[in-house]
């Protein structure tokens, strides 16, 4: 067999110029294309990467604002509730306060009107009862309350003890003006001058008296020089009525917790005079 070495040669050649022209206008611009896409590919996870780490990073800051925001609005929360608790508490004293302070008003005024009202009925009693009195000594005795009253002053200056008599004595004897002698009505004549006999002659001495008729309602007669005072009247008498009227008040404005069983009546009495002698 002939070989034919140029025929050779020429494909050598022609096998040549194939593969620098696969080189030259294919591989290469393959092995290029290949070499951009590979960078774009990277340069894609890289840019991916530094997103993912400004992500987390975004995502961590995101995660301690949300941490401090709560521990803000939990801190916010718990001034106000706080806050609101002794905003209450002190609403809640100055009504506690007003409501005393209305009670203590309402209790005061109840008292004034009831201490206003005892001293109306004391007084509208001891008219009363001088107005009994009178028209009892009157119709029995044929004396009249003022002459009587009288008579158990003058007893009373004549009981007096030592001590007593001593410095009454002593104060009227002392004083530069007249004694006083005050009483809820004006004495008669008669009573005026048996009083004044009854102190001249108890301290041996002549007494300057002045008569007065009381305007406060005495119900009785006193007698005052320097300091000193005796007297006569229906003051424990008064007393003792404004004290069951207090209490009659006071058992009024409770309120009822049961129902008492009515109790049987009895029989008043006609309250009884009382006197007393006192050194101030």
Known sequence: MLIDWFTVGAQIVNFLVLVWLLRRFLYRPILKAIDV????????????????????????????RNQSFDEQRAALLGKASNEAKAEGARLLDQVRKAGDELRAKQASA???????????????????????ARKALADLASASLEERIGEVFMRRLQDLDAKARAALGSALKSSSGPALLRSSFDLPAASRAAIQNALNQVFSAPIR??????????????LNAGGQKLAWNMADYLLGLQRKVGALLDAQARPPVAVAPKPEPVKASAPALTAHAEAT
Not at 110 to 132: H, P
Not at 209 to 222: H, P, S, T, Y
């Open 37 to 64: 896409r590979e960078k774009r590919i990277a340069d894609q996870l890289a840019d991916a990467a530094k997103k993912r780490v400004e992500a987390e990073q975004e995502r961590d800051a995101l995660h301690q």
């Open 209 to 222: 008296l002045q008569f007065e008729v009381a305007a406060d309602g005495l119900c009785g007669v006193e």
């Open 110 to 132: 109840v008292q004034g009107e009831r201490v206003k009202l005892g001293q109306e009925i004391a007084r509208l009693a001891c008219e009363e009862v001088l107005a009994i």
